[in-house]
C-alpha cells in the first residue's frame, strides 16, 4: 500500500511511499511509540488511538493534545463529522500548533489536506515536531527514514526521483559490542574532532581500499557514494577475507533500493561471521550514504588489515 503526499502548490510534487519502507522495523518502533505516547497523554480523557494512519485525520486527537499540553481551547465542534467540519478544526489546530513550534506554515512538512488524508509521512512529521517541543525527553528511535519517490510534472513529462526522508534525527549511535563504551570508540571520537582531520582519516582508508581493489580493476573516488550499493564493500570483503563471493548471492547492478540494502546486509552479515563489532550498524544507514556508519565498517577492515 503505497501512501502519497501531495503538496499545495502545483509547482511541487507528489511523494509515493515505497512499499517496503512500510515494514521497516525502525518505522514500526517509532509508530508504537508515538502511538504509546499519545494514548498515555490522553488517558485521562479516554482517548485511544491504535492507527496514526487512521485516528488522526479528522483533528479531534491533535486537538486535545494541544489542549493538554498548552492549555489552549479552540472554538471547534468537539467532534465534526462533516469533512468541511474536520478541515476547519485542523486548519484551525495546525495554525495554532505552527506558532507554538515556530514553524512557518509553508514550510512545514505537514499541511491540513496532507492531515486530513490520512497522510503517513505528514502524520508523523508533525508527531515528531510535537514531541521534541512537548516531552523533549521521550527517545524516540533515531535515523528513521522511509524511502520515497518524488513526482512532477514538468513540461517535458513527469519527473520521478528516489530518496530517503529522515523522520527522526541522523545520528550516530555507536556501541561497541567488543566491549568498548562510546566515550572509548574510535569513530565515535573521530567525528567529533574539527572537518579536515575526518577528511584526513577518509582518505587513508579509501587508499587502503583503492589498494586491495586495483587487481580486479576498480577505483573508488566518491567515500560518501560508492560504498551505498554494498558492491565494493562484498567485493572488499572477499579479496581481504581470502573467499569468492557467489555471483548469485548478490546484486553486481543494483536497480532498486531493495537489492541495494540485500548487498549490505550481506556484507554485514559476512564480518559479523568474522567476529567484525559491526552489530550496531544498519544496512539502510549505509544505503542512505550516513558517513558514519560506512566509515565504522570499513574502519574495522583497515585496522585488520593495513599491514598486510
Known amino acids: ?10 509547482t511541487e510534487g507528489k ?4 512499499p517496503s519502507s ?31 494512519d487512521e ?6 486527537v491533535l486537538h486535545h493534545m494541544l489542549r493538554r499540553f498548552t492549555g489552549v481551547q ?19 489546530t495546525l495554525t495554532s500548533l505552527n506558532e507554538i513550534l515556530e514553524i512557518n506554515t509553508e514550510k512545514a512538512k505537514w499541511s491540513v489536506k496532507l492531515i486530513h488524508s490520512r497522510d503517513l509521512l505528514a502524520t508523523l512529521h508533525l508527531l515528531v515536531a510535537m514531541v521534541k517541543r512537548f516531552q523533549p525527553d521521550l527517545v524516540l528511535p533515531v535515523n528513521v527514514s522511509i524511502e520515497v519517490i518524488q513526482c512532477e510534472v514538468t513540461k517535458s513529462g513527469i519527473k520521478t526521483d528516489k530518496q530517503f526522508e529522515f523522520i527522526t534525527s541522523k545520528r550516530i549511535s555507536i556501541e561497541d559490542p567488543a566491549g568498548e563504551s562510546n566515550k572509548e570508540c574510535p569513530i565515535h571520537e573521530l567525528f567529533k574532532l574539527e572537518t579536515h582531520k575526518i ?4 582518505k587513508a582508508i579509501l587508499h587502503f581500499v583503492n ?29 581481504l577475507e581470502g573467499f569468492f563471493i557467489p555471483l548469485c548471492e548478490f546484486h553486481l547492478c543494483p536497480a532498486a533500493s531493495e537489492e541495494r540494502v540485500h548487498n549490505v546486509k550481506l556484507a554485514l552479515d559476512l564480518l559479523i561471521d568474522r567476529q567484525f563489532p559491526v552489530e550496531s550498524v544498519d544496512a539502510l544507514d549505509i544505503v542512505s550514504q550516513d558517513v558514519p556508519a560506512t566509515v565504522k565498517v570499513l574502519y574495522y577492515l583497515f585496522r585488520k588489515y593495513k599491514n598486510t
Not at 500500500?1 to 502545483?10: G, L, N, V
Not at 511523494?15 to 515505497?18: C, D, E, G, P, Y
Not at 485516528?55 to 479531534?60: Q, T, V
Not at 468537539?78 to 484551525?92: D, H, P, V
Open 74 to 92: 479552540l472554538q471547534v465542534d468537539e467532534i465534526a463529522l462533516s469533512a468541511e467540519a474536520q478541515l476547519r478544526k485542523l486548519e484551525l
Open 22 to 52: 512500510v515494514d521497516d522495523p525502525k518505522l514500526n518502533k517509532l509508530k508504537e511509540t508515538l502511538v504509546d505516547w499519545i494514548n498515555s497523554t490522553l488517558k485521562v480523557e479516554h482517548i485511544v488511538v491504535r492507527s496514526l
Open 1 to 10: 500500500m503505497a501512501d502519497c503526499r501531495e503538496e499545495q502548490a502545483e
Open 211 to 239: 589498494k586491495n581493489m586495483a587487481s580486479l580493476g576498480l577505483n573508488v573516488t566518491d567515500f560518501d557514494k560508492q560504498f551505498s550499493d554494498g558492491v565494493i564493500l562484498l567485493l572488499l570483503i572477499g579479496q
Open 55 to 60: 485516528d488522526l485525520y479528522d483533528g479531534l
Open 199 to 202: 577528511e584526513t582519516v577518509k
Open 15 to 18: 511523494m509515493i511511499i515505497q
